[in-house]
C-alpha cells in the first residue's frame, strides 16, 4: 500500500487536535505512550493509514536519536517524539477510524526479525525541533 506524504506540520496539528482525546474501545488495544509490538490479536482495520514520514526515494532519514532523559532509552514512554530523528523520522502515522486518535507506526528490522511496533502520537511528547 502507498500512502501519501504526510508533512510534520500536519502530523504536529493531528496530535494537537487530540491532546485531550482518551482511546475508545476501538483503539484502546493499540493505545500506549512508548512504542510496543503491534498487538497481532487486534483487528488491523481498526485503524486507518494517514500518510507516512518518510516515503522511499526520498534521502535517507538519520539513524540519530533525539537526546532524551539519561536511563530513558528510545522505546520508553518516556522518550521523546521527534520527527526529525530515528525511529519517529520513519514512521507512519495511522488513526482509529471510530475516535480519529492518531498513532505512529514502525517496523523495526533486526538482524533476524521484523517487528511491527506502535506509539499513541502525544502532543505532549513532542520535542521543540521535531518539524522541519
Not at 78 to 102: K, T
Request: proline share 13%; hydrophobic share 35%.
Amino acid at each position: 500500500m502507498s500512502l501519501p506524504r504526510l508533512t510534520r506540520a500536519e502530523a504536529e496539528a493531528l496530535a494537537r487536535e487530540h491532546v485531550n482525546s482518551a482511546p475508545c474501545p476501538s483503539c484502546k488495544p493499540f493505545t500506549s505512550p512508548g512504542w510496543e509490538a503491534f498487538p497481532t490479536t487486534v483487528d488491523e482495520s481498526l485503524l486507518r493509514p494517514v500518510g507516512a514520514l518518510w516515503l522511499p526515494g526520498d534521502d535517507e532519514p538519520t539513524l540519530e536519536e533525539a537526546p532524551r532523559p539519561v536511563g530513558v532509552d528510545s522505546w520508553s514512554p518516556l522518550a521523546p517524539i521527534s520527527f526529525a530523528h530515528h525511529p519517529c523520522n520513519r514512521c507512519e502515522v495511522w488513526a482509529c477510524v471510530r475516535c480519529g486518535l492518531p498513532f505512529l507506526r514502525y517496523t523495526e528490522y533486526g538482524g533476524y526479525y521484523v517487528q511491527p511496533r506502535i506509539r499513541q502520537l502525544q502532543a505532549g511528547r513532542m520535542v521543540p525541533g521535531s518539524s522541519g
